[in-house]
C-alpha cells in the first residue's frame, strides 16, 4: 500500500492532504498517483489546477516520448479529474473552477482522441446527453459529457431544449442503450418523465435506461418519472453511467 510521500509531485500531495478526506479515497488517490511516472503525475497536477495550456505541452510532450495515449489518459488526465470531481463534490470548489480543470482536460484530450479513434479501440459505450425541453441550462451537463468522455465513453450531445422525439431519433439513429437527462428548472423537470413516457409508447423502453440530474433534481422525483439512477454531480455521472452500462451488458 502507497504512502503519500511516494507522490513526488508536491502540488498533487498538497492537494491530497487538504482536500481529500475519506480514507478509502485518499488511499485509492495515493495508489493511483504513486504508481505512475512524475510526467504523468505533473500532467494530472495540471488538470488539478485547471491549467489548460500546461495540460496541452504536457500532453504534447509526452505523446512525443512515446508514452501510450492510453496512458496519458489514465494515469494523467484521468487521474487528476478524478481529485477535482472529489473537490467539487465536497464543495472546495465550485462551478468556475471546474471549469477552469474541465477546460484543461479538454487540452489533453485534444491530442488523445485522435489516437484513440484511429486505433479503433472500442468505447465503454454510447451515452445520448441532453437537456430536455424548455430548459436552456447546460453547464451541469457539459461538466458531465466532459467527464464521461474522460472517461472512455462515447457521447453524442443534443444541446438543450431536447424534445422527446429528440431523444427517441437520437437513440435509435445511434443504437444506444444509455440516455442522460439534465434540467436545471422545476418547470422543465416533468418533461424527463415525458421523455420516458414516450419511450415506453414507442415499445423501446426496455431497451434504454435512463440517468437523470440537475439542482432541482431529487432521487424521489427520478424514481417517481421512472428514471434507472439519479446523480448528484459530474463525478457521481461516470459511476452511474459504468454501472448502467455494465447491467446493460450482463442482460
Not at 494530472?44 to 512525443?64: F, N, P, S
Not at 424514481?223 to 459511476?239: F, R, S
Request: net charge negative; charged share 30%.
Amino acid at each position: 500500500m502507497a504512502e503519500l510521500s511516494d507522490i513526488q509531485n508536491d502540488f498533487i500531495r498538497q492537494e491530497i492532504e487538504e482536500y481529500i478526506e475519506r480514507e478509502d479515497e485518499r488511499q485509492r488517490i495515493i495508489d493511483s498517483f504513486a504508481q505512475v511516472s512524475p510526467a504523468m503525475q505533473a500532467i494530472g497536477a495540471a488538470i488539478v489546477d485547471g491549467q489548460h495550456e500546461t495540460a496541452d505541452e504536457l500532453t504534447k510532450a509526452a505523446l512525443e516520448e512515446g508514452i501510450e495515449a492510453l496512458v496519458i489518459m489514465d494515469d494523467g488526465l484521468i487521474a487528476g479529474m478524478a481529485i477535482v470531481g472529489i473537490k467539487f463534490r465536497e464543495n472546495f470548489i465550485f462551478v468556475p473552477e471546474v471549469l477552469a480543470c474541465a477546460r484543461a482536460m479538454k487540452y489533453g484530450m485534444a491530442h488523445i482522441e485522435p489516437i484513440l479513434a484511429a486505433s479503433g479501440i472500442e468505447p465503454i459505450g454510447r451515452v445520448i446527453m441532453g437537456t430536455v425541453k424548455g430548459d436552456l441550462h447546460d453547464i451541469g451537463k457539459n461538466l458531465c459529457i466532459m467527464m464521461l468522455s474522460g472517461s472512455g465513453f462515447e457521447v453524442i450531445d443534443l444541446g438543450v431544449d431536447v424534445s422527446p422525439d429528440d431523444f427517441l431519433e437520437a437513440v435509435e439513429e445511434k443504437e444506444a442503450k444509455l440516455v442522460g437527462m439534465s434540467a436545471l428548472l422545476t418547470t422543465t423537470m416533468p418533461n424527463m418523465g415525458r421523455t420516458i413516457e414516450a419511450f415506453i409508447d414507442e415499445d423501446l423502453r426496455d431497451d434504454v435506461m435512463f440517468m437523470v440530474g440537475g439542482a432541482p433534481v431529487t432521487p424521489e422525483f427520478a424514481e417517481d418519472m421512472g428514471a434507472d439512477a439519479y446523480g448528484e454531480n459530474a463525478v457521481e455521472c461516470v459511476d452511474i453511467a459504468k454501472r448502467l452500462i455494465k447491467e446493460i451488458s450482463d442482460e
